[in-house]
């Protein structure tokens, strides 16, 4: 239950910028979740928070305190590690109640947090055990367990579920976010999975080379990515870019390259004049694709060829070309055509995305 | 040309060296390969007793009949062993292990079944020659062990004084080696500068010959020309006060050689349990330091609760050699005290048992000796093993 902010930070090792200038507000009882790709400096910045890394330059307040020269345990924060870092020479059960044994806690105090916490996450069974002695799923649950029972004001979780087959990872988002309604706390949680960053996020953070790109809820991210780097990164499979030149005829705008021509209403990209002769990057979501359909607001239809099919169960994708340009288009499961089949296309309107090719951040509404 | 002579020799020694492993891979090689075949068993004992004798018999008491039949026997065991029980399976390791195996059966397993023998006989000065001429000596039984526990092996110490001594002398240096190990493995575990030149100014006491550096230290604490007397008398000069409190050169070989030995001893030992440990520490990984942080653990308690725990398993197994090394230490024991009229005070087992053996002759009553602080490591060893295996299991 704290706000945290962080302003201006900027982090150097050695002359390698990691972080340059991050600036979030994180609100009383929000989850917030950082994706970015590998190396961006997601670790590096909950690092800082954690009081485990010197912070080069700019400040970090929890509740409005700033934090910068406090010894990470005066924090009140809690750290689940990527790789769990439990001690593995102490059970699961001292592993646990090791913080609130340093602070020379109450006995029945102890025990009492530890057996609510480990009844919350199922490890009644396991205390007795070693961190060797549990699966990678349990050893998790430990990490969380002994995050929870300090009650600490912000919980970090650095790619906690990063380990986890496909199912357990599934199980434990669901657990996490049981856990986030119950703690009432505030979270900030790192990860590279879209699926994990979309359903438990309040906000998601987006990091490229220790730069924060955008800053939204998982919905506003999606459809309103505020530059290519964003639009590329969130949403699973990667959204069809296409570039090439705007064109003023007469009236009306169009998107012109080798491959195609499409006509730019109006609500996508007003003021028309203004944008004649620019180079601009075009985005749509396969989803967005509509094959053999016609849809509400949907471009002109265009001409492809289909180049192959992947059943995913109820949605297939398909892979096609038009002129040089692949695009890829999610369905309804069963396109029943071959590879080879001439096909028509069109793109929904709606969830259409302009970004200027040289400063790759978005101009459409 | 004297060089060339030395190297003709080496080279010499080395091709026998090789001509002999050769020859033990041959004679396996057949026993693995040609076991099954009809011929083996008068091939086998026809050609390696007769080799055998053609090679050792001069060495073994002459080219008799007897030696012949005993290798005759020797061959049709190992013989019907392969064929029987070995069937030619895992050749190649066995093949590689044997050089190795017969070289320490060699240098390991006679002269322990020797000493065995030796301390259920009595070899001294007065029986020595009678053993050179017939070849036996008088059996006495286990009157040598007896003696062990009741007499002094040298002029007046007994063995149990002696074994409080060394009981002491163990402790007290494995103790020092592990405390200052630690405390130097610990600095140097930081981020310093320099960090690979303090670690190989600390590793040159244990990388230097011992003979050298125990000497070298024995003339340091020689009473007026030692660095350490010196050292005190210039404190002396300095802080005048020092005086009342006790502090004054001291005749540390003649006075205390014990603690001068146990001094020097220390000093050698360190590095070794400062090497060790550093490794444990550096396997430690980083991201327990971080969560024992986030948990609010001070240094000490990081050191208590994370570190020592954590290189627990490392250091046992350093700390049970280091034990067996120190008890078994005669190095420096001997080297600081042992030249002729030297003290008595500082001896401890193993020295004492050097000197009765080749001091006084005592052979017998040595082996019989020996026996028993061998036996006494050994308990030691395996209790130590034991209880360390017990703590391993737990995690
Ligand atoms: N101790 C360090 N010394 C020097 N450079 C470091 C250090 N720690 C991290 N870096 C560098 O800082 C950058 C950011 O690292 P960080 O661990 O924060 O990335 P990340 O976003 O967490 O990546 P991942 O998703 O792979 O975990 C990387 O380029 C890394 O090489
Ligand atoms: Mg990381």
Redesign the interface.
Known sequence: MATVQFKGIVKKFGDNLVLNGVDVDIKDHEFVVIVGPSGCGKTTLL?ML???EEITDGEILIDNLLVNEL????RE???V?Q?Y?L???MTVEENMN??LR??KMDKAEIASRVAEASNVLQLNKFLKR?P?QLSGGQRQRVAIG?AIV?KPKVFLFDEPLSNLDAKLREEMRVEIAKLYQRLNATIIYVTHDQVEAMTLAGRIVIMNHGIVQQVGSPIEVYRKPCNLFVAGFIGSPTMNFMTGKLALEGEALFFKNEDIKLSIPPYLLSDAKKHDGREVVLGVRPDDVLVERDGEKCSDKVQGVLEVCELLGHRENLYLKVGGMRVLATVEAFFNRSPGSAVTLCFNYKNMHVFDKATESRISE | MDILKSIYEVVWFILLVAAGVAALEGYFYTHFKFYARAWFFPAVLGVFPALALAVFGGLLGGYTFKLWLYFLLAEAAIAAFFRYAVKGRHTVPYLLLAPAFVGLALLLVYPFVFEVYLSFHDLKLTTIMMWKNTGTLPFVGIDQYVKVFTTSPLSEVTFWALLGRTLLWTFSNVFFHVAGGFILALMLNNQIRFKGFYRTLLVIPWAMPQVVAVLAMRGEFHSTNGFVNILIGKLLAVFPFLAALGVAPVQWLTDYPLLTCTLINIWLGIPFMMVVILGGLQSISSSYYDAADIDGASYFQKLRFITMPLVRPVMMPAVTLGTVWTFNNINVIYLVTGQAGGTEQADILVSALYKAAFTYNRYSYSAAFAIVVFAMLFFFSVFYLKSFDAAKDER
């Open positions: 690092r954690a009081g485990l010894h990470p345990s005066k924060i809690a750290m590690f790789d870092a001690y593995p020479h090791f913080a340093l602070r070693m060797k002994r300090r």
